[in-house]
């Protein structure tokens, strides 16, 4: 069961996001090298692979999640991972900007800041 659910996490991830799902692992090595396998087993074992909604609608909720609470290095990460599931830069704006109004406009300017950067890095 476990082995179950660290492949199926594992191998979502890694459709989803392969390059972070191996920083992942590389930056956890060190400190904590178990840390990867929880996230691979239960953020994306369980629970992203849950029939409820599809990859591309848990992304767009994980990005404004992480909008709303200024985590950016992770925020960074979705933004590609929901790039990589279909969502346009400009949907991926959007969801930021509706993000102002329940997080406050620093939280949205950051975030803004954020995208624009990974944008730029993906062109």
């Known amino acids: ?36 396998r929880y996230v691979f087993e239960f953020a994306y074992g369980d629970i992203y692979s849950r029939p409820g ?6 992304e ?3 990005v404004a999640a992480l909008t709303a609470m200024g985590h950016l290095p992770q925020l960074k990460s979705h ?4 790039l990589n599931t279909g969502w346009t830069k400009e949907e991926i704006v959007e969801v930021i900007m509706q993000m102002a109004v329940y997080a406050g406009f620093p939280a949205a300017l950051n975030a803004l800041s954020a995208a624009d950067e990974v944008f730029k890095r993906r062109q």
């Open 1 to 36: 069961m476990e082995k179950d659910r660290y492949e199926r996490g594992r191998s979502l991830l890694m459709d989803i996001n392969a390059n972070n799902a191996e920083k992942l692992v590389e930056s956890l090595k060190d400190v904590a090298p178990d840390m990867h």
């Open 53 to 58: 909604l599809d990859v591309k609608t848990r």
């Open 60 to 62: 767009l909720a994980t």
């Open 79 to 82: 933004i590609d991972a929901a």
